[in-house]
């Protein structure tokens, strides 16, 4: 096999290897209008990790935040984000209840329960998030939106952040999610 | 040789611009350690700060070690000494910052091993049980208050009326009737307005279903602890589907602070423990930090310490050895005032005094011998020839050997001044009455010449503990030169003034000796005491060199100065007592 050969073959294998993660994603997103405003359905299995659930036991408390950018996707020229939405929820275990509680930061909704998986999936699969005014799209344009959620402790001075390296790091930023705005 | 040193002015203000910040910047971070908000804040420029004047101090201490062993090896004047103080200093400094850090960082972890002691986490465990033991009783209790309204429903029309009566009756905080999809069907609530009943999970109402009761202890940031309770209704109604009734109860306030407060701390201690290695490694990077910036200055120190003490060494021997290739009229740098400076500038002008009184004698005793000869062959010749020759002959024969007569004498009272000069001192003290030596010596000097004004003023006693000869000496050489000054002066003024005085903690009577003449060259004012050091056309030099020596053997003090208007000043401290 020569070396140009050998270099395509790793492109190939690049790419199949790349695609076939994406599909094995269970994210998944998508807008609809409705009287006037873009909504959107997501769903984004969150899961917390062995040590963050070992974290949130020991009395931390984490931060979900869910950073949605409207983008203009244009030909020719840079892409322009439009608008952006934050969607934070605040997670946290009494150990006097031995209850875990979700709190929503922006609407202030409560939810709590005696298992994690409940609050998981609370967070898991949010419906009808107003996302952006029809006024602000120009419906002969490209628009997509993408999801970046950071999963991260609070109360842990940056510093000691930093020092992470020393050992596995609780935060955690998950796979951007994209999906388009309208078709 | 010079160790690295920092050239501009400018970057050596930088480097201690440095050293001031990070101290600052460290001091801070002590502070705002008590602070765990202002802490997080200002944490990490505080520490930029400090890594960036580690990173310039390391480079700076870096090249000056480099260029120490670079002249050491190529074996430079002065290498080897400055490298050992070097090390010396740096030791010195370096072990007990190592020690200390040794011992802080072993004090610090048994201090956080025992914070995180076993024994604190069992009790604030046990805390919590006992909290949470006396929250049962009052769910209990809300249980058993929950099932008698679920059993009291049975057969009830007016199910909004009755679940009202029994929520105050129990003053529970909502009632809620509901079936197992989750729809509800009649709810009473304590709160006023439009209200959105808490619902409970698919699970609880499972788990209601199975056990006849679930109950959770529950708490929110707006209602602080609450008691939810679920059970079943049976038989309200056999063609329906089942029912259920959910309570909500506030617990007593006390109780949910005190519950509060024990969960707080417990999940307090729990985050601590959780970030204990954390925790543990920012402190001992901090303590790093420290060390290696105290390690570094002490260093650099050190080096400029080590630099500082040997440069006037270093000149020393440098000057020596140009001594040594006959150069004897050398001057050290006065930059530097210390100690070992002055120690340096002492040894080369007792070097240069010992090598002129050689000089001296040597010439005093070569010259003097063939004197006497050349003296007394003149007059001989004067003497056989005088009556052989004619009027006009014999005029130019005894001008001739007048001459030689009188360049013998002249030469004779150079010798006998460099013998003076190399003399080694007998002195014979006894008390003298300063003052009225320098009125006969200003007396016998005013017979010759009494063209310039003398002022003369003593005051308070003039008495002095001194060798009467080397004094008279003394007067005779500083007068004899302030009138020499005078002589083309059109208005001669010679003032002397006497006086006791106390000059640090000694009793000294000063003599002050200021005239109007043209004072001394900026370039001679220096060296005005050194041989050979003169304005006028004739004489010695060796004026003020005798009277330095002879004020010094008395352990006396001198000093001259040009006059800001006109002139010079000469200021002789004479010990009283010796």
């Known amino acids: ?183 | 040789m010079e160790a690295i040193r920092i050239k501009s002015n400018s970057a050596k203000k930088i480097i201690f611009l440095l050293i001031i910040l990070s101290i600052s910047s460290l001091l801070a971070l002590m502070f705002a350690a008590d602070n765990p908000n202002e802490f997080n804040r200002m944490q990490l420029p505080l520490l930029v700060i400090n890594g960036l004047s580690l990173l310039v101090l390391f480079g700076v201490v870096t090249l000056s070690v480099k260029k120490i062993l670079m002249d050491y090896k190529k074996s430079k004047l002065g290498a080897r000494l400055r490298a050992r103080m070097a090390l010396a200093f740096s030791g010195l400094s370096v072990l007990p910052v190592l020690l200390v850090f040794i011992f802080a960082t072993d004090f610090m972890n048994k201090g956080l091993d025992i914070w995180f002691d076993a024994d604190v986490e069992g009790g604030l465990r046990n805390a919590l049980l006992l909290g949470r033991s006396a929250m049962d009783d009052q769910e209990q209790k809300r249980v058993f208050d929950t099932a008698n309204i679920a059993l009291s429903l049975n057969g009830i029309e007016d199910i909004d009326e009755q679940l009202n009566r029994s929520r105050e009756a129990i003053s529970a905080k909502q009632l809620l009737l509901l079936d197992q999809n989750l729809q509800v069907i009649a709810f009473s609530t304590e709160t006023i307005g439009l209200f959105a009943p808490q619902l409970p999970s698919l699970v609880e109402i499972n788990i209601a279903q199975t056990q006849q009761s679930w109950s959770s202890l529950d708490s929110s940031s707006s209602d602080g602890y609450t008691i939810r309770v679920l059970i079943p209704i049976l038989n309200f109604a056999s063609n329906q589907t089942p029912l259920y009734l959910q309570g909500i109860y506030a617990v007593d306030p006390r109780l949910s602070m005190m519950a509060d407060s024990v969960e707080e701390t417990y999940a307090r201690y729990g985050r601590m423990s959780f970030l204990k290695i954390p925790i543990q490694y920012s402190y001992i990077l901090t303590l790093l930090l420290v060390v290696m910036l105290a390690l570094l200055l002490a260093i650099y120190g050190a080096i400029e310490f080590a630099d500082r003490l040997v440069r006037p060494i270093e000149a020393l021997e440098k000057k020596t050895r140009s001594t040594s290739e006959s150069n004897l009229m050398f001057n050290l740098p006065r930059s530097d005032s210390d100690e070992i400076s002055a120690l340096v500038e002492s040894f080369i002008k007792a070097e240069k005094e010992a090598a002129w009184s050689d000089v001296a004698r040597r010439m005093a005793h070569e010259i003097n011998n063939p004197l006497t000869p050349i003296q007394l062959s003149a007059e001989r010749i004067k003497k056989r020839y005088a009556s052989a020759f004619k009027e006009e002959e014999l005029d130019f024969l005894n001008k001739s050997t007048d001459t030689i007569v009188n360049q013998v004498e002249v030469l004779r009272d150079m010798v006998s001044a460099f013998g003076n000069f190399a003399k080694q001192p007998q002195l014979s003290f006894e008390v003298l009455d300063l003052s009225q030596l320098i009125d006969e010596s200003l007396d016998f000097l005013s017979r010759d010449n009494d063209l310039y004004e003398v002022v003369v003023e003593h005051k308070g006693d003039a008495s002095i503990e001194a060798d009467i000869k080397r004094i008279r000496q003394v007067l005779n050489n500083v007068f004899t030169n302030t009138i020499d000054a005078l002589q083309k002066e059109n208005n001669p003024v010679i003032t002397v003034k006497t006086e006791p005085v106390i000059h640090q903690s000694t009793a000294y009577v000063v003599m002050e000796v200021k005239d109007n003449g043209h004072g001394f060259d900026s370039d001679l004012l220096d060296s005005a005491f050194e041989p050979y050091t003169t304005t006028k056309n004739k004489g010695t030099g060796l004026g003020l060199p005798i009277v330095k020596k002879i004020i010094e053997e008395h352990k006396g003090l001198i000093s001259i100065k040009n006059n800001k208007e006109k002139g010079a000043t000469l200021k002789i401290f004479f010990l009283k007592k010796q």
Do not use: C, H
């Open chain 1, 1 to 183: 096999m020569t070396k140009k050969q050998t270099l395509i073959l790793f492109f190939l294998v690049t790419m199949f290897v790349g695609k076939t993660y994406a599909q094995d994603s269970n994210n998944y997103g998508e807008s609809y209008l409705e009287q006037g405003v873009y909504y959107s359905n997501i769903r984004l299995p969150i899961s917390f990790r062995e040590d963050q659930v070992e974290a949130l036991n020991s009395g931390l408390t984490f931060e979900i935040d869910l950073r949605f950018s409207i983008v203009n996707i244009r030909s020719w020229r840079l892409d322009r984000t439009i608008g952006e939405v934050d969607q934070k929820y605040l997670v946290r275990y009494n150990a006097f209840t031995r209850r875990y509680s979700l709190l929503n930061s922006i609407t202030g909704r409560e939810l709590s329960s005696s298992s994690l998986n409940e609050i998981e999936l609370e967070i898991s699969n949010i419906e009808q998030l107003p996302l952006i005014d029809d006024s602000l799209i120009n419906i002969d344009e490209s628009y997509k939106v993408f999801l970046v959620t950071y999963v991260r402790a609070q109360n842990i001075p940056r510093w000691m952040q930093s020092l992470t390296f020393w050992r596995e790091n609780v935060d955690t930023e998950m796979e951007t999610v994209e999906w388009k705005l309208f078709e």
